[in-house]
């Protein structure tokens, strides 16, 4: 953290592998906090100048003719655009120049919110621009070969890295893999995996590592939740009743996991390695009992992939057809082009590569998963 006199600026830096650099300025500690949970990075200086800043204000000055675009959703000044934020049930204002992004893009950020809006779609954005490809993946090194495990939300990504973890693969990334176009280099983030009970009910190892307080979280809320399905089961007549239960039964069930740091996959604190764009693994559920592994043509996965980033920026795009009915002469073409940016880097990179799909149900066996994909492997 370092502070300029002369300005009165303090400001703190984070580097995501050299490849985008964020800096923000004048934020409190509680700020600092929530964007490095947000980027799931730790703070390092940067040599260069950053490619989004963060400027944090305590408030922004009262504007009764700002023009609200839903109840709580965006508002519109004469000259600058807001998204709306709720903090302690007040509304707070993020000003984001959306024609900006992809150059050096500067977000004012009101201070104490638990995250920035929109800040992980504006980094991919902007890293889209450097020739970096963010991609919705998870990846690891086993026995010397690189994977790249990709599919649509709730596919199969993280379970497939916990399968090859267990069995002694290195830990790259999940959630989001960057990828260099120019080196076909794979970059992580080192940010917690969410690790449901069943989960940890096949990984007995790392049941063990996360510690008995967590065992014992799950173990009660495992506990309430099956007797709130033998209550509805038994007891519950009226409508009132069993949908008590049925919320009660959901609710234990949205928080029955752990969110476990990369280094507790393996038991050791190493530092997530990169990794080489060698063999593609697309991953998606289905309805049949089996784990099904069988070649896919790379332009398809590339394909599907392109279609599945673009659903994922849906809440983004949201916000900037908003600020393109504040100002219509306003145009993004880095934004209005994403699509067809991405596909096209897609295609590249996965041309020629090895590249599987994996049908299988859920929850799924990692067993089974593991052996079907050791033995496509070696067939």
């Not at 963010?134 to 709730?154: C, E, I």
């Not at 830990?171 to 893999?177: H, L, M, P």
């Not at 043509?297 to 600020?323: G, I, K, Q």
């Not at 994403?338 to 929850?363: D, Q, S």
């Amino acid at each position: 953290m370092a502070t300029t006199d002369q300005a009165r600026t303090t400001s703190v830096d984070f580097d995501l592998h050299h490849l985008i650099g964020i800096r923000l300025l004048n934020p409190t500690p509680g700020d600092v906090r929530a964007v490095a949970q947000q980027l799931g990075i730790e703070q390092s200086s940067l040599q260069r100048e950053p490619d989004i800043l963060i400027r944090f204000v305590a408030k922004f000055p009262s504007n009764s003719a700002l023009n609200r675009l839903g109840l709580h959703e965006a508002g519109y000044s004469q000259d600058a655009f807001f998204v709306l934020q709720t903090k302690h049930k007040a509304p707070t204002k993020v000003h984001i120049e959306f024609n900006q992004i992809g150059q050096q893009v500067e977000i004012v950020c009101e201070s104490g919110l638990a995250a920035v809006p929109l800040l992980i779609a504006v980094l991919n954005m902007t890293a889209i621009t450097r020739g970096i490809l963010p991609l919705h993946a998870a990846a690891f090194r086993y026995q010397g070969s690189d994977y790249l495990v990709t599919g649509w939300s709730k596919g199969g990504k993280t379970e497939t890295l916990l399968t090859f973890t267990s069995q002694g693969a290195e830990y790259i990334g999940d959630e989001w893999i960057y990828i260099d176009t120019a080196t076909e280099r794979l970059y992580g983030v080192p940010e917690p995996i969410r690790v449901w009970d069943w989960h940890l009910q096949q990984l007995p190892t790392l049941r063990r590592r996360i510690g008995w307080q967590r065992r014992a979280r799950l173990s009660a809320l495992g506990v309430a939740q099956r007797v709130s399905k033998f209550l509805l089961r038994t007891l519950a007549r009226s409508s009132g009743a069993k949908r008590g239960l049925r919320q009660m039964v959901r609710l234990f069930s949205e928080q029955m996991y752990v969110d476990v740091p990369p280094k507790t996959l393996s038991g050791t604190p190493t530092t997530p390695r990169a990794g080489t764009l060698e063999t593609i693994v697309f991953v998606s559920t289905w309805e049949s009992p089996e784990v099904c592994v069988e070649a896919v043509a790379p332009e398809e996965v590339a394909r599907r992939m392109a279609a599945s980033l673009a659903y994922e920026r849906l809440p983004f795009m949201a916000y900037y057809h908003m600020y393109r009915f504040a100002f219509p002469d306003r145009r993004n073409p880095v934004v209005d082009n994403i699509e067809e940016r991405e596909t096209e880097m897609l295609t590249r990179l996965f041309a020629g590569k090895p590249c599987c799909i994996v049908n299988h149900p859920y929850p799924v066996s990692f067993s089974e998963l593991f052996e079907a994909l050791k033995q496509y492997d070696h067939a």
